[in-house]
């Protein structure tokens, strides 16, 4: 598992939403060999291409590689993972065939314990996992608007960065991703929740509500702070330690973003899944294996838990 | 004020809703002189009297003494405030008029720091509360449907049950009211909110739902139980020590209540004030002054106003 990491790469990206098919057509963009599984909207992706839109460019990737099983992929040397967590379950049926002895798997999923899933399936040493700071949406099958093209961060699954970290941190810069390579990936997941937990939490608790009204009702805005600091105490008691400043940068970052509906209230209210157990079961039940406070953290977990279980909308496909 | 309560008292009747009309109307059948203010519906109620069902009894009070001011029902003997604890900032011009020597007001509010105000008003020494177990809603001015008759358990404001006390306890069972006079007054508001918190309190909270569904949800539930834990620790604090069977009974008796939907879910269902600071602000702001930590009540508190105050429909007059 110390190969060397391939100059150009044969890359399978594995879910055609808005971060696959961006990241994917950046890729191809640049030379690489990309191979797209593709759900659904595969006939309008081979035959219209995928149309990526940023705030200074626009790409289009005419021919695309698009196929309905990862057998006819076949092994390549980096897996892009680009469902939502919620499809998890179908990760030990999509990723044997796309397996070689040296491939790397890279999941971008949000949230905690999102590494696991595809350690169990594929071994823990092939796996690395992404946080990407990006705004995108999908409009419509291969069509990608790019509000904010942002940061990916990249590590190793329980170990600090290796070469390939790096190597794979290269091959996205090269495709235009502004892309680190980190060596502590849980910790940055810890400090991304004390993000989402409040503001995404909170904008769907509160009665679907956007982050200024969070920060403008006195009672929100303080419980987005404990919500804050149960976080960092559960995080510092599995071993993460985020300085209690980063909680002032949250709010000013808020601030900023006006009248923002955080991503998971868009897919609440859509009818779409959210990662309610990667976003908030997940560092619920950690907190309790350490034995860390989080009432209010575990509350929001139920309440959500309920509002999504009496959501009437059906559940679109993407 | 310790001057005996006459047996055949003069009685006000602030506010004209379900309880108002419901006791009242059993007051005056039972031969007492009782005078109602009436906001809203006085020409129904004078034209055509008030009508109580319950279960087992129908009772019509043809001539009913009903009035726009307080000043044209002068003063009382006893003063029964049976407005919402929303409406309190009007007592201080309310009351005043009704106000004799000896005149003993009692207020059939919900919640905690519900004396306090007309304490402010007339001084504590004239002030006793009552709990109202009881089932009763206002179809039209005037019309009211009792599907439990109930309970009634009526105390002084910081101190035991008095002669007086007993007195009035008695002048409710002559008009077939269970009424007992209890010496713990502050004690039974916080056994109630034992009960109103986490059911009236989830109901709104967690998206609209009956009491079943609470129950059947597994966070829910648990949650449920914290809330009643804070309380519990928090009315041990000021002094009150509530029994921990006490809270299996609550889900014993809510079991047996089926689809129930909590008077607070109703009121906000249909754009009425409902008693926020009382059932929830007023427990977090004691239990505070004590140190008892209540993170899950407070959070409860803080969510409920916020949708409260993002409720679209217009507030109905009662």
């Known amino acids: 598992m110390n190969a060397p990491f391939p100059e150009k790469p044969r890359i399978a990206i594995v879910g055609s939403g808005a971060l696959g098919c961006y990241y994917g057509a950046r890729l191809a963009k640049a030379g690489n060999d990309v191979h797209f599984l593709v759900h659904s909207g595969r006939a309008a992706i081979m035959a219209r291409g995928i149309r990526v839109k940023t705030p200074t460019e626009r790409i289009h990737l005419k021919k695309v590689q698009a196929y309905a099983t990862s057998a006819e992929i076949g092994a390549c040397d980096l897996v892009i993972i680009a469902l939502k967590a919620t499809a998890n379950d179908k990760l030990a049926k999509l990723l044997p065939p796309l397996m070689g002895p040296n491939t790397l798997v890279l999941t971008l999923q949000n949230g905690l314990g999102v590494e ?64 680190e390579a980190q060596d502590n990936l849980e910790e940055l997941r810890w400090k991304k929740l004390v993000w989402n937990v409040p503001f995404n939490g909170l904008a769907i608790a509160a009665g679907g509500i956007t982050t200024d009204v969070i920060l403008a009702d006195e009672g929100l805005r303080t419980l987005a702070r404990r919500l804050m600091e149960e976080l960092l105490e559960a995080a510092a008691k599995v071993g993460h ?78």
Do not use: N
């Not at 990407?132 to 960065?161: H, K």
């Not at 509906?261 to 350490?290: H, M, Q, Y």
């Open 116 to 179: 696991e899933p595809v350690a169990e399936v594929v071994g823990g040493e092939h796996v690395l996992g992404a946080i990407c700071f990006v705004g995108c949406t999908r409009t419509a099958p291969g069509v990608i608007q790019c509000s904010f093209p942002g940061l990916m961060m990249i590590g190793e699954f329980g170990r600090p960065a290796q070469a390939r970290t790096r190597d794979v941190a290269k091959l996205f810069e090269r495709a235009g991703v502004k892309c």
């Open 241 to 318: 330690v985020i300085p209690r400043p980063f909680m002032d940068l949250q709010f000013e970052r808020t601030a900023k973003l006006g009248r923002y509906s955080p991503s998971s209230l868009i897919d609440f209210r859509e009818g779409r899944p959210i990662e309610l157990e990667e976003i908030w079961g997940e560092p619920v039940r950690r907190a309790k294996t350490v034995g860390a406070p989080v009432p209010r953290l575990e509350m929001l977990y139920w309440l959500i838990k309920r509002l999504l279980a009496a959501r009437k909308t059906t559940v679109k496909p993407r």
